[in-house]
């Protein structure tokens, strides 16, 4: 379901994605208009699930967690049951970042951040133990060369 939203929306979620710690003020400052128009506007797009929370970015390098490794999962299971196991065994990872089904040669992608190969070890371990995994390939990102959550916000 997609939501029509206007050109002063857009702009308001374009400054909340580049920083959501600014002040009302700030936003509607910045997008041209008052106060409560903003906030009424915000509110209307919290409701309707356009803005689904609000966090902070955390630097993985800062924190010790210096690799991230792509995991591609093929699998010859695709009952019910295995699924369900699966998700929770994802869900219970905390340094399972991102988990996507795919479309393809490749049943699941998983975005997994990770002190250091050891640890990735650690978790590759675990989730073995815990599903039947046909094929596992783990790809170490060397670099981060784009970073992004904002979504691109056509106006």
């Not at 993985?60 to 049951?81: M, Q």
């Not at 390939?137 to 970073?147: D, P």
Request: some cysteine; aromatic content about 6%.
């Amino acid at each position: 379901m997609s939501v029509r939203l206007d050109a002063t929306d857009r702009k308001i979620l374009a400054e909340l994605q580049r920083d959501a710690d600014q002040s009302l003020d700030e936003i509607a400052r910045n997008v041209g208009s008052s106060k409560t128009p903003v906030w009424n506007r915000i509110r209307k797009m919290r409701d309707a699930g356009v803005i689904r929370q609000s966090t902070v970015l955390l630097d993985p390098d800062a924190l010790g967690l210096e690799a991230c490794f792509f995991v591609l999962i093929r699998t010859s299971e695709h009952e019910a049951d295995w699924q369900k196991r699966f998700l929770e065994a994802l869900q219970a990872r905390p340094e399972v970042l991102e988990a996507h089904r795919l479309a393809g040669d490749i049943d699941y992608i998983l975005k997994v951040q990770v002190p250091n190969a050891r640890a990735y070890d650690t978790f590759y371990q675990a989730l073995i133990s815990e599903v039947r995994i046909h094929n596992v390939t783990a790809l170490l990102s060397m670099e981060v060369i784009k970073s992004t959550t904002a979504l691109p916000l056509e106006t």
